[in-house]
C-alpha cells in the first residue's frame, strides 16, 4: 500500500472492501455458518482477459477463491476436464443451486451460430443457447468486463456477428462489472457479498455501488490541476491530461484508490489517460483513446 492510501481513511476502507469481504465470508464458511456455492464461469466471445485478471488477483488470490468460497463447477480455462466430459459437468449444473460469472460478449447472428463452447449429445452448444439456459436458473447472475455488460470490443463496429451484452438475451437482473477487463476485487467482493448478505447495493446501471460509486476525476490525484486549468500537451507531462482525451470525467470506477497488478499502478499514474474502459459504451463511444486536440473545452 502506498502512502496515499495508507493516510486516507477512505481510500483505506474502499481498498479493503472486497478483501474484508471475502474474509468475513471465509470465515463464516469455516465456522459453517455459511455454505459454498457452486460457481460456473463461461467464458463466451471475447479475448478471455476477464479470467486472466482473476488469476492475477492477490486479495485473495484465486486458488483461495476457489478453494475456501465457491465450489467451481465449469470453467474452460481452468478445468481439467474437456470435451463431452466438461459438457456434461455444465449441463448438470442445473440441478443445483449456483452463480453464474459471465466474461465475453453473446454473439447472436444466425442464432448464435458464431460462438460454439461445446457439444452436447451430439449437437453444437452455442454460447447464447448455454446462457439462456444458465443464466434463467441461476441464482445470481454475474457479468464481467465490458463485453458479457453491454457488448465491449466484441460488439464494437462493424460487429459481424452481433454481438451483445448478456442482460440482452437475458430477462433477469445481471449484475454488472464493467472493465476491460474487470478488476479482481471487483469480481470477488462482489461474490463475497452475494455469500454474506445477498445481492450488493446497484447503482441504475446494475454496478455495485461499492466499486463504481465515483467518478475517476473526483478522486484523480492529478484533479488540482484539472481546477487551476494545467494541462498536459503530451504524453508524459505530469499533469491534468484532459486535452489529450482523458475520459476520467465520465468513467465512474475505483482505479485511483484500487490500482491494478496487486495495487501497483494505474494508468493515469503511469501518464496514460484513461480510455474509459469501465464505462458503458467502450470502446466505440469513448473513442478516439487520445486526442492531440488541445482545443477540447472542460
Ligand atoms: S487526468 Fe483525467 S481524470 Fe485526472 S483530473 Fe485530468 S481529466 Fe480528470
Known amino acids: 500500500m502506498n502512502k496515499d492510501t495508507a493516510v486516507c481513511p477512505e481510500y483505506a476502507a474502499r481498498l479493503s472492501s472486497a478483501g474484508d469481504l471475502i474474509r468475513k465470508a471465509s470465515n463464516e464458511i469455516q465456522r459453517k455458518n455459511l455454505e459454498k456455492k457452486n460457481l460456473v464461469w463461461l467464458e463466451l466471445t471475447g479475448c478471455s482477459g476477464n479470467i486472466i485478471s482473476m488469476l492475477n488477483g492477490a486479495n485473495p488470490d484465486l486458488k483461495y477463491l476457489i478453494t475456501q468460497m465457491v465450489n467451481m463447477k465449469y470453467s474452460n480455462s481452468l478445468m481439467a ?12 449444473i442445473g440441478m443445483e443451486d449456483y452463480i453464474l460469472a459471465v466474461e465475453g460478449a453473446v454473439s447472436t447472428k444466425e442464432n448464435g451460430i458464431y460462438n460454439i ?10 454460447a447464447l443457447k448455454a446462457v439462456k439456459l444458465l443464466g434463467e436458473k441461476a441464482a445470481h447472475v454475474i457479468a464481467l468486463g465490458a463485453c458479457a455488460t453491454h457488448g465491449g470490443v466484441s ?89 489529450l482525451g482523458c475520459r476520467g470525467p465520465v468513467t465512474r470506477v475505483d482505479c485511483p484508490i484500487r490500482k491494478w497488478n496487486d495495487y501497483v499502478n494505474w494508468p493515469i499514474q503511469d501518464d496514460t489517460p484513461c480510455i474509459g474502459c469501465a464505462q458503458f459504451g467502450f470502446p466505440d463511444r469513448m473513442e478516439p483513446f487520445i486526442s492531440y486536440n488541445t482545443t477540447r473545452e472542460g
Not at 476436464?81 to 448438470?92: R, V, Y
Not at 463452447?117 to 452455442?126: D, M, N
Not at 438475451?169 to 469480481?187: A, E, Y
Request: with cysteine; aromatic share 10%.
Open 117 to 126: 463452447i461445446g457439444r452436447w449429445k451430439g449437437e453444437p452448444l452455442t
Open 155 to 243: 460488439a464494437a463496429m462493424p460487429n459481424p456477428a452481433d454481438c451483445v451484452g448478456v442482460q440482452a438475451v437475458l430477462d433477469k437482473k445481471v449484475i454488472k462489472l464493467p472493465g476491460c477487463p474487470c478488476h479482481p476485487d471487483w469480481f470477488t467482493g462482489t461474490l463475497a457479498h452475494i455469500l454474506l448478505y445477498g445481492e450488493p447495493e446497484l447503482d441504475q446501471k446494475d454496478r455495485p455501488l461499492l466499486f463504481y460509486s465515483t467518478l475517476i476525476h473526483d478522486r484523480c490525484p492529478r484533479r488540482a490541476f484539472f481546477d487551476k486549468g494545467i494541462f498536459a500537451t503530451k504524453l508524459g507531462e505530469n499533469t491534468c491530461m484532459f486535452k
Open 81 to 92: 476436464a474437456e470435451g463431452e466430459a466438461a459438457m456434461e459437468q455444465l449441463m448438470n
